[in-house]
């Protein structure tokens, strides 16, 4: 699957990423659901967790 819309992933402010459970709760699916769509985006971005995703999508956007 393609996990490159990540500005559509839902979230408090540009800076606050949501949990996981609130993540599941707004999309109505699974905790669990969530984490494997997660670990596929960090797969494709090839880093570890949450914040280094942030922090690749922020690069992504500028360009850079």
Excluded: C, W
């Excluded at 699957?1 to 699974?30: K, V, Y």
């Excluded at 960090?42 to 995703?53: F, I, M, Q, W």
């Amino acid at each position: 699957g393609d996990h490159r819309d990540l500005h559509s992933f839902p979230r408090r402010r540009s800076s606050d990423l949501l949990r996981n459970t609130e993540i599941a709760s707004q999309l109505m699916i699974s905790p669990n659901t969530v984490k494997f769509h997660l670990r596929a985006v960090y797969a494709e971005l090839g880093v570890r967790n949450r914040v280094e995703a942030a922090q690749a999508f922020a690069r992504m956007r500028r360009g850079s």
